[in-house]
């Protein structure tokens, strides 16, 4: 990819910019202490809304509500996005992700801010390029985005959600996630190790 | 106590939209605090050097199930107001794969891109910017998508219906998958090491 | 015990997951027989009529092979033998409560009126069933509507689009138009006899007719990931 020296700056320049970054990080939660104070949120969702959580349902309200202000008629005319415009008596942002995902903006926010882990980087491997990690990360999410769309939803409307309530589909959807990553994993190790 | 609320009727849209702000705080609090904002972190996963994501998922999978199970049990959540989608199981094979190619790729997923965006990570704003061009082609593409779209519809079906098993054999059977799998882990990062992983920010 | 205080965090939440995963072994389901109502909220919900299904709208569902909801018909097993909306199940009121009918399902009642529909979505609004909806009208509408409607006399572009799209929805479900005749009260059929109506079969998703266009459906917003 280029010259040992090219590789060895490029290394110490990600490294530097984390450690001035994170100078004062606190070490990451055990993950499943994390992972019962996430269960335990979306059982709370259970049991106040009868639904769980997501993500990528907001995107598709995004979406929708934005091709329907350039283009009404072709937005009207999708089967898809007209799914989440619904007869046009409520705004298509006035939607529950929507809000839980606001939501999980500021929640993030707060726990970076607590544990000092908030920094403008770029998370990347030692190997790859700011300009490189950016564009894969964009490609990522319209795959991801897609992915999402044919599968109902995502790893936290499938997975998680789907998962505790034992859903078929979900299991599926939750198992076909990690297969593709795994299976995926080698050809992209460049941009990680 | 009559549980969903909502599905009882106990508040209306307008509040549920507060909840769902208030909710999304918790979710995208843990998230974090498991180093989910971080894409290091979570695609660790795949090269078995750090294994949260699996630890964290199953743990919270696992947590919510028991709660469904015993709150519906002491009759006090009704189970069957819960919504759950319906399976339609090749596109759901098919996206699920999509998701995982996506994930490795981009290094996040939605909801923790978002919780990235939040702590600073300019490629969680990248990967997050993706996610409507996605979605705007899959749209774009509905037409021709729609037939396959609609395949494997066989409702709404949960494990013990398909397995034919007992809900509480089920839940049984995931427990003990869920800790075979924490130890398998923690076997696995042995092996693997998780020197490339980061235990915090600062690796 | 101390050696139990010896183990580790994680060790010691192992130790609970498996002991509540045992217990669910153990327990099952609560059964739940209590009726409670809300008038006000049915009230409102009846005046605003939003769990209203018309039969456009389920003509529509059933040509594009839409399989989220279950459509039952309640009257008795011979008028459901004889006909019955494609993809209707049957269940006379009576057993609707052992039904295998989940609470978040999408419920489409019709009877030959809407009075027992009307009467069922009640009991099954009681019984804490959340997504119940009346088809109006009907089989009787449906018939009026669905499988002989009135095509309009003379006309205009407009409306010869709209009869063309109903006699194909006509056919599709075994029917007939009809076109309302200078003095005659009763409409009579556009062909020379009136096909019979047979038990339409339950169709996979046909190509919809030609000229058809999306309906103005009253839809609700996706409840989703």
């Given at each position: 990819?280029s010259?040992?020296?090219?590789?060895?700056?490029?290394?110490?320049?990600?490294?530097k910019?984390?450690?001035?970054?994170?100078?004062r990080a606190?070490?990451?939660?055990?993950?499943y202490?994390?992972?019962?104070g996430?269960?335990?949120?979306?059982?709370?969702?259970?049991?106040?809304?009868?639904?769980?959580?997501?993500?990528?349902?907001?995107?598709?309200?995004f979406?929708?509500?934005?091709?329907?202000?350039?283009a009404p008629?072709h937005?009207?005319g999708?089967?898809?996005?007209?799914?989440y415009?619904?007869?046009?008596?409520?705004?298509p942002?006035?939607?529950?992700?929507?809000?839980e995902?606001?939501?999980?903006?500021?929640?993030?926010?707060?726990?970076?801010?607590?544990?000092?882990?908030v920094?403008?980087?770029?998370?990347?491997?030692?190997?790859?390029s700011?300009?490189?990690?950016?564009?894969?990360?964009?490609a990522?999410?319209a795959?991801m985005?897609?992915?999402?769309?044919l599968?109902r939803?995502?790893?936290?409307?499938?997975?998680?959600?789907?998962?505790?309530?034992?859903n078929?589909g979900s299991?599926?959807?939750?198992?076909?996630?990690?297969?593709?990553?795994?299976?995926?994993a080698?050809?992209?190790?460049?941009?990680?190790? | 106590?009559?549980?969903?609320?909502?599905k009882?009727g106990?508040f209306?849209?307008?509040t549920?939209l507060?909840?769902a702000?208030a909710i999304?705080?918790?979710?995208?609090?843990?998230?974090?605090?498991?180093g989910?904002?971080?894409?290091?972190?979570?695609?660790?996963?795949f090269y078995?050097?750090?294994?949260a994501?699996?630890?964290?998922?199953?743990?919270?999978?696992?947590?919510?199930?028991?709660?469904?199970?015993?709150l519906?049990?002491?009759?006090?959540?009704?189970?069957?107001?819960?919504?759950?989608?319906?399976?339609?199981?090749?596109p759901?094979?098919?996206?699920g794969?999509?998701?995982?190619?996506?994930?490795v790729?981009?290094g996040?997923c939605?909801?923790?891109?978002?919780?990235?965006?939040a702590?600073g990570?300019?490629?969680?704003?990248?990967?997050?910017?993706g996610?409507?061009?996605?979605?705007?082609?899959?749209?774009?593409?509905?037409p021709?998508?729609?037939?396959?779209f609609?395949?494997?519809?066989?409702?709404?079906?949960?494990?013990?219906?398909?397995?034919?098993l007992?809900?509480?054999?089920?839940?049984?059977?995931?427990?003990?998958?869920?800790?075979?799998g924490f130890?398998?882990?923690?076997?696995?990062e042995?092996?693997?090491?998780?020197?490339?992983?980061?235990d915090?920010?600062r690796q | 015990?101390?050696?139990f205080?010896?183990?580790?965090l994680?060790q010691?939440l192992?130790?609970?997951?498996?002991?509540?995963?045992?217990?669910?072994?153990?327990?099952?389901p609560?059964?739940?027989?209590?009726v409670?109502?809300?008038?006000?909220?049915l009230a409102?919900?009846?005046?605003t009529e939003?769990?209203h299904?018309?039969?456009?709208?389920?003509?529509?569902?059933?040509?594009q092979?839409?399989a989220?909801?279950r459509?039952?018909?309640?009257?008795?097993?011979?008028?459901?033998?004889?006909y019955?909306?494609?993809?209707?199940?049957?269940?006379?009121i009576?057993?609707?409560a052992?039904?295998?009918?989940t609470?978040?399902?999408?419920?489409?009642l019709?009877?030959?009126g809407?009075?027992?529909s009307?009467q069922?979505?009640?009991?099954?609004?009681?019984r804490?069933?959340?997504?119940?909806?009346?088809?109006?009208?009907?089989?009787d509408?449906?018939r009026?509507?669905?499988?002989?409607?009135?095509?309009?006399?003379a006309?205009?572009?407009?409306?010869a689009?709209?009869?063309e799209?109903?006699?194909a929805?006509a056919?599709?479900?075994?029917g007939?138009?009809?076109?309302?005749?200078g003095?005659?009260?009763e409409?009579?059929?556009?062909?020379?006899?009136p096909v019979?109506?047979t038990?339409a079969p339950?169709?996979?998703?046909?190509?919809?007719p030609?000229?058809?266009?999306?309906?103005?459906?009253k839809?609700?917003k996706?409840?989703?990931?």
């Amino acid at each position: 990819m280029s010259t040992t020296t090219d590789t060895l700056d490029q290394q110490w320049a990600a490294t530097k910019e984390r450690a001035d970054g994170f100078a004062r990080a606190a070490p990451y939660t055990n993950p499943y202490l994390a992972g019962i104070g996430l269960g335990l949120v979306l059982l709370s969702a259970f049991v106040v809304m009868g639904r769980g959580l997501g993500a990528s349902g907001a995107v598709n309200a995004f979406v929708a509500w934005v091709v329907s202000l350039v283009a009404p008629g072709h937005a009207a005319g999708n089967e898809f996005l007209q799914e989440y415009l619904g007869d046009g008596s409520t705004h298509p942002l006035k939607a529950w992700l929507v809000f839980e995902v606001l939501g999980v903006f500021a929640g993030a926010l707060l726990s970076g801010v607590l544990a000092r882990r908030v920094a403008v980087i770029t998370e990347r491997g030692p190997r790859v390029s700011v300009g490189t990690r950016l564009l894969m990360a964009f490609a990522g999410g319209a795959t991801m985005a897609f992915g999402a769309a044919l599968a109902r939803g995502c790893t936290s409307g499938q997975a998680l959600t789907g998962g505790s309530m034992l859903n078929a589909g979900s299991w599926a959807t939750m198992m076909a996630i990690f297969g593709g990553a795994y299976a995926l994993a080698w050809f992209v190790k460049w941009q990680w190790r | 106590m009559n549980a969903p609320f909502f599905k009882y009727g106990m508040f209306g849209d307008e509040t549920s939209l507060v909840i769902a702000f208030a909710i999304g705080i918790g979710f995208g609090f843990f998230l974090e605090r498991a180093g989910f904002g971080s894409a290091r972190k979570l695609v660790s996963q795949f090269y078995l050097n750090d294994l949260a994501v699996f630890k964290v998922m199953f743990t919270a999978i696992v947590t919510a199930m028991l709660g469904v199970t015993y709150l519906g049990w002491l009759g006090v959540l009704d189970v069957s107001l819960v919504y759950l989608t319906p399976t339609y199981l090749w596109p759901q094979i098919a996206g699920g794969l999509i998701l995982g190619f996506g994930f490795v790729i981009g290094g996040y997923c939605p909801g923790t891109s978002v919780a990235s965006m939040a702590t600073g990570r300019v490629d969680g704003l990248a990967f997050a910017l993706g996610l409507p061009a996605g979605t705007f082609v899959f749209a774009e593409l509905f037409p021709w998508l729609k037939r396959f779209f609609l395949t494997g519809d066989f409702g709404l079906r949960t494990l013990p219906d398909v397995l034919g098993l007992s809900h509480g054999l089920v839940v049984f059977l995931v427990v003990l998958m869920a800790l075979g799998g924490f130890y398998g882990a923690s076997v696995l990062e042995g092996i693997f090491g998780t020197g490339d992983a980061p235990d915090d920010a600062r690796q | 015990m101390r050696r139990f205080s010896a183990l580790s965090l994680n060790q010691k939440l192992a130790a609970l997951a498996f002991l509540l995963g045992l217990g669910a072994l153990f327990i099952s389901p609560a059964r739940g027989g209590a009726v409670s109502i809300r008038p006000d909220e049915l009230a409102r919900i009846v005046q605003t009529e939003i769990d209203h299904v018309t039969t456009d709208d389920l003509a529509d569902w059933i040509m594009q092979g839409r399989a989220d909801y279950r459509l039952i018909d309640l009257r008795d097993e011979k008028a459901y033998a004889e006909y019955h909306i494609p993809g209707a199940e049957h269940f006379p009121i009576t057993r609707l409560a052992d039904a295998s009918l989940t609470r978040n399902e999408r419920i489409v009642l019709y009877s030959d009126g809407g009075i027992h529909s009307a009467q069922a979505w009640f009991l099954l609004r009681a019984r804490g069933y959340q997504g119940v909806y009346i088809l109006r009208g009907g089989l009787d509408e449906w018939r009026d509507t669905v499988l002989f409607p009135v095509l309009a006399v003379a006309p205009g572009s407009f409306e010869a689009r709209r009869n063309e799209r109903l006699q194909a929805r006509a056919v599709h479900f075994g029917g007939q138009a009809r076109v309302s005749t200078g003095g005659s009260p009763e409409p009579v059929p556009v062909a020379a006899a009136p096909v019979p109506v047979t038990a339409a079969p339950v169709v996979a998703a046909p190509a919809p007719p030609p000229g058809a266009s999306a309906p103005a459906a009253k839809k609700k917003k996706k409840e989703g990931c």
